[in-house]
């Protein structure tokens, strides 16, 4: 299937390591140029050497000015931005019991406030040439809250509900906004929440890992290939008529519909 990415620009935030660089990987793979992104700025560039087409950008995208410098770094080296891929890092587990004004301004900022700014740069020019693609990387805790991640949990769902209400008002621009929810795959951030828990439990990390995949229909972790490749669909031109939605990339791990 032809995506219709050749020559399309794509933003993927938070892009030098886990599922956002598997997304830049699988966009650019599909002829995309990509803007890489992340706080540290050899690490980006690093990893936009190793593309066909695309420039490493050092941002902070939880500061105020951190989400235009990167969209005016993206505009100035390609003229216009097609795509926009929505990430942030997860903040750190733990329980909502408890949980400080520090932290939940914390998971706010990274998780909402970063990404509004972002769509808020990208959106009027998309408008205006009437394409464009949003997609959210979330996660299944937006469907089914996690246990001891409420932070994450907390923040995910407020972006959720931004973005479909962003999804409704920009359908008819030719403009479509998507979440993609992960499951359990094979990231450092998953494996560093295995070993946080089987540090907090006694066991080892690999008794937690196998307990979790237990839990999968699919039997296993998925990888980030597979998740990059479901990403780069809804972020090309036969997905124009899917708006509005939350898919979920999950081996079966969230039992509902």
């Known amino acids: 299937m032809d995506l219709g990415l050749t020559g399309r620009t794509a933003v993927v935030a938070a892009s030098t390591g886990g599922l956002g660089r598997a997304v830049a990987e699988a966009l650019a793979d599909e002829g995309a140029r990509v803007v890489v992104s992340g706080r540290r700025g050899e690490v980006a560039e690093k990893v936009a050497a190793g593309l066909p087409e695309a420039i490493g950008v050092e941002a902070d995208l939880t500061t105020p000015n951190g989400p235009r410098a990167l969209m005016d770094a993206a505009y100035a080296a390609y003229g216009h931005v097609d795509i926009l891929v929505l990430n942030g890092p997860g903040p750190k587990p733990g329980p909502a019991a408890g949980v400080d004004d520090t932290d939940l301004a914390r998971a ?42 409420a932070l994450s949990n907390a923040g995910r769902a407020a972006l959720a509900g931004y973005l479909k209400t962003l999804a409704a008002e920009t359908a008819a621009d030719g403009v479509t906004v998507n979440l993609l929810l992960p499951g359990r795959i094979a990231t450092d951030r998953v494996a560093r929440l295995d070993a946080a828990k089987a540090e907090r439990e006694g066991r080892t990390t690999e ?39 939350a898919v979920r990339c999950d081996g079966g791990l969230v039992r509902s519909l």
């Open 207 to 245: 008794a937690v890992a196998a307990a979790s995949r237990a839990t999968i229909p699919a039997g296993r972790y998925g990888t980030t290939a597979e998740f990059g490749a479901v990403a780069a669909f809804l972020c090309g031109a036969p997905a124009s008529y899917l708006t509005g939605t």
């Open 108 to 149: 706010a900022e990274s998780l909402l406030l970063a990404q509004a700014r972002l769509v808020t740069a990208a959106l009027p020019a998309m408008r205006e040439r009437r394409w464009g693609r949003i997609l959210a990387i979330g996660s299944s805790g937006v469907t089914a809250p996690l246990p001891g991640l």
